[in-house]
T-cell receptor
Framework: EDQVTQSPEALRLQEGESSSLNCSYT??????LFWYRQDPGKGPEFLFTLYSAGEEKEKERLKATLTKKESFLHITAPKPEDSATYLCAVQAVIQGAQKLVFGQGTRLTINP | DAGVTQSPTHLIKTRGQQVTLRCSPKSGHDTVSWYQQALGQGPQFIFQYYEEEERQRGNFPDRFSGHQFPNYSSELNVNALLLGDSALYLC?????????????FGPGTRLTVT
């Protein structure tokens, strides 16, 4: 069964303190791995898609990387506005239909 | 460019009642997926609609049903509401029902069952 596990569940950092969030997955035939940001009470906001091991994507202070078993979301010199829940999802295609299997998220808090 | 829109924003229903949630996809998208997100959890896939048909279904009972209209908008219906149905219901749109592409989410409908 397709499964996604994110760690840690929650992370508190000081402004400027860099760190990484982990997403490990088991899926039969990875089609894509997605990172989303979600603010409280709102829908997930798309950040990155990664398709193959070794691929990297960057956006402002965020960088996502992918291996065959896991993905990392690196955050460099974070600011308080980076506080949010970060969700990882893998794309599974079953009988021609796509679905996203999500992890439980990492709740990131950046203190000023 | 209009993104994914959902209505209503919030809804309070009583156990046993029925509810209908609505979604309009992002411009240019033809596929709509619905997810349920309980507090503190990641979204759980309910089902996907493409070409007005349900293409794939997650592990949800038949009380959850849906529809897609010719303009690609979609409805999610939940019958015989239970307290455990209280959650944020998310609609996501994309182009095509397979292949490599991103799903874009709406703001969600917060359903509270009392």
């Amino acid at each position: 069964e397709d499964q996604v596990t994110q760690s840690p569940e929650a992370l508190r950092l000081q402004e400027g303190e860099s760190s990484s969030l982990n997403c490990s997955y088991t899926v039969s035939g990875l089609r894509g791995l997605f990172w989303y940001r979600q603010d409280p009470g709102k829908g997930p906001e798309f950040l990155f898609t990664l398709y193959s091991a070794g691929e990297e994507k960057e956006k402002e202070r965020l960088k996502a990387t992918l291996t065959k078993k896991e993905s990392f979301l690196h955050i460099t010199a974070p600011k308080p506005e980076d506080s949010a829940t970060y969700l990882c999802a893998v794309q599974a295609v079953i009988q021609g239909a796509q679905k996203l299997v999500f992890g439980q998220g990492t709740r990131l808090t950046i203190n000023p | 460019d209009a993104g994914v829109t959902q209505s209503p924003t919030h809804l309070i229903k009583t156990r046993g009642q029925q509810v209908t949630l609505r979604c309009s996809p992002k411009s240019g998208h033809d596929t709509v997926s619905w997810y349920q997100q309980a507090l503190g959890q990641g979204p759980q896939f309910i089902f996907q609609y493409y070409e007005e048909e349900e293409r794939q279904r997650g592990n949800f009972p038949d009380r959850f049903s849906g529809h897609q209209f010719p303009n690609y908008s979609s409805e999610l219906n939940v019958n015989a509401l239970l307290l455990g149905d209280s959650a944020l219901y998310l609609c996501a749109s994309s182009l095509g029902a397979g292949g490599r592409y991103e799903q874009y989410f709406g703001p969600g409908t917060r359903l509270t069952v009392t």
